[in-house]
């Protein structure tokens, strides 16, 4: 696969003498030594420029400085050194797993006291507090690469902005025929929000394990640290619950347009949660109340207000179903529910929806928001909800989620900011990743309107609700809901180029913010994207380059299924 150069980039190829083993080892070296240095010198006065500029890099970085005198060959017997810590050394082998197929090269992982780079990648842990705790230090020079960070956290972002630094063939499956160089100099970097997420709704359509954790890469790669997933909705169940399984055995067997459903065992939700922590994801699951709950009452009719099971719902409106709120009964099902998502989730969130309840009104809906953050409460956990919980009575640490489009809510959403909630900015406008890029946009919806890239980019999570200061804004999410959304290649059409845009809002600092810049930024991912077999959408305001640009649409085009005559429950224009 050829590479993309970008321009200005031109650097100065390492001189022999930055490798001579002499140096390194203060030993007289032999003769096969000496054959090796004298190749890898010879192969670095041939290598051209590194392909890809130190500021290249999704999401900007704080501060970058470029040095072309400094570029750096990955010689085939590299070694990977990292910190003797064992968080430290599972960054060290991921990143390994990730530079090996398409290297060919064997790259094994040692621990050290005190790792250097000797030719090779060390990770570092220190006690520099100026780094904070997802923050890291990157520095390439003629000797090797070092990425120095306070945390595993840190390393691990470190090692993915490594990642972006060396040619595009990097995500090859398969050995290529390639010089491995980086661009030279140092990047200094830290998030601007804590929480920076992507929600998957797997309630409107069921996504198998496999799915979702190629979801879990994809945001593992532009350093978000969260996975909200939409569990339950009119249409399906998706997780065991033990003490109550009809409401997989029953609820969990439908989906929009009538397809099979399904629903993922406690094993099966582990392994997600366990393969999310291992990249520095926390999973943040949503069991959605008092309203989206059609697919419960089917399974427990005596839920529902009139106590009689409703029929099981494929279509696509929603504001209809709600659970009893002045049963007794609905709040012991949601404390045994909560209680069991709690204890299966070891991340300090649970999002409990509180969205589009249209039939649960006042102080009905703000009694039982209270009384939920309650059982919230007793779980352990934070309660994480719809910006619609803000009338609500505030609860320790309380998280809303705002998905807004004109701002209607935005003064009482400030007023509950005032008694302490923090926010999470969903903009339905610019961050909503199921909405049509364009009209012809083979799936997704426009309800919000069309979100290109540069609406998903060209808005300031810190400053976009009236009345909310950036300090209360914990960070910024990008929901991607499955109405039309049927296979992992649509998930990726709809996530990608929008993805690293809010990505980009939620890490780099205000000032960084451009949309010139990264746009052209962007443009060197589509032979990323196209090389790991991503599926992305073509997207013409973004200047991507004439080589390594393979199909970037989904395979089978599917538009939204109609619900059935009949069964359509009062219309509602708007939606989370």
């Known amino acids: 696969m050829s590479t993309i150069s970008s321009p200005g980039s031109a650097a100065t190829p390492g001189a022999a003498g930055s490798t001579d083993p002499i140096s390194l080892s203060g030993h007289e070296p032999d ?83 005190g790792p250097a780079p000797v030719d090779g990648i060390a990770l570092v842990l220190t006690d520099d507090d100026g780094l904070g705790p997802e923050g890291y230090r990157l520095a390439v020079t003629r000797t090797g690469v070092t990425v120095t960070a306070v945390t595993a956290a840190g390393l691990f972002y470190g090692a993915q902005t490594l990642r972006q630094l060396l040619p595009p063939a990097i995500e090859s499956p398969v050995p290529v025929a390639e010089h491995w160089m980086l661009p030279g100099g140092s990047i200094v970097d830290r998030p601007r929000f804590p ?87 926390t999973v943040v699951p949503e069991i959605d109340l008092p309203g989206h709950t059609n697919a419960a009452l089917v399974a427990y009719p005596e839920l529902a207000p009139d106590k009689v099971a409703p ?69 352990g956990k934070t309660v994480v909800g719809w910006h619609q919980l803000a009338p609500a009575a505030h609860a320790d640490g309380r998280v809303l989620q705002w998905w807004g489009t004109n701002g209607e809510d935005s003064a009482i959403t400030a007023e509950a900011v005032r008694h302490g909630a923090r926010l999470i900015v969903s903009p339905g406008n610019h961050a909503y990743l199921d909405m049509k890029y364009a009209p012809d946009t083979p799936v997704g919806q426009d309800w919000a309107g069309l979100i290109d890239v540069r609406r998903a980019y060209d808005w300031d999570p810190g400053s976009h609700v009236t009345g909310v200061p950036e300090a209360a804004v914990l960070g910024v999410e990008a929901p991607l809901w499955t109405e039309s959304i049927t296979s992992l290649a649509e998930i990726e059409f709809m996530l990608f180029p929008r993805l690293p845009a809010i990505a980009e809002l939620g890490w780099s600092p205000r000032a960084t913010h451009d949309w010139a810049g990264f746009r052209d930024r962007l443009a060197g991912h589509g032979p990323r994207w196209t090389t790991a077999g991503i599926t992305f959408h073509l997207s013409p305001e973004v200047p991507w380059p004439t080589e390594g640009i393979g199909s970037a649409q989904p395979t089978r085009p599917h538009l939204p299924t109609q619900p059935d005559p009949g069964t359509v429950p009062v219309p509602v224009a708007d939606q989370p």
């Open 311 to 379: 029929p099981p719902y494929t279509g696509t409106e929603v504001g209809f179903s709600y659970v009893d709120p002045a049963d007794e009964r609905t709040y012991d099902f949601i404390a045994d529910v909560l209680g069991e998502v709690a204890a299966l989730t070891p991340g300090p969130w649970l999002h409990i929806g509180g969205d589009e309840a249209f039939k649960v009104k006042g102080e009905v809906y703000t009694g039982f928001v209270e009384r939920v953050q309650r059982i919230v409460a007793d779980t």
């Open 195 to 281: 929480y920076r997420g992507a929600m998957l709704d797997v309630a409107r359509h069921f996504f198998a394990v496999a799915d979702v954790l190629r979801v879990i890469d994809h945001l593992a790669r532009y350093k978000l640290n969260h996975l909200h997933l939409h569990l339950t909705d009119d249409q399906g169940w998706r997780i065991v619950v033990d003490s109550r399984p009809r409401l997989t055995a029953v609820g969990g067997t439908t989906e929009v347009g009538d397809g099979p459903g399904g629903f993922y065992t406690k094993a099966d939700y582990r392994r997600i949660v366990e393969y999310a922590a291992a990249r520095h994801i």
């Open 31 to 113: 003769a096969a030594t000496l054959a090796r240095a004298a190749e890898r010198a010879a192969g670095e006065l041939l290598a051209p420029p590194a392909p890809v500029r130190l500021a290249d890099v999704v999401p900007a970085p704080q501060e970058v400085e470029p040095n072309p005198a400094e570029d750096w060959l990955l010689p085939a017997e590299a070694v990977i050194v990292a910190s003797a810590d064992p968080a430290a050394l599972a960054v060290a082998e991921q990143l390994a797993e990730q530079l090996r197929p398409a290297t060919g090269y064997p790259l094994p992982v040692t621990d050290a006291a």
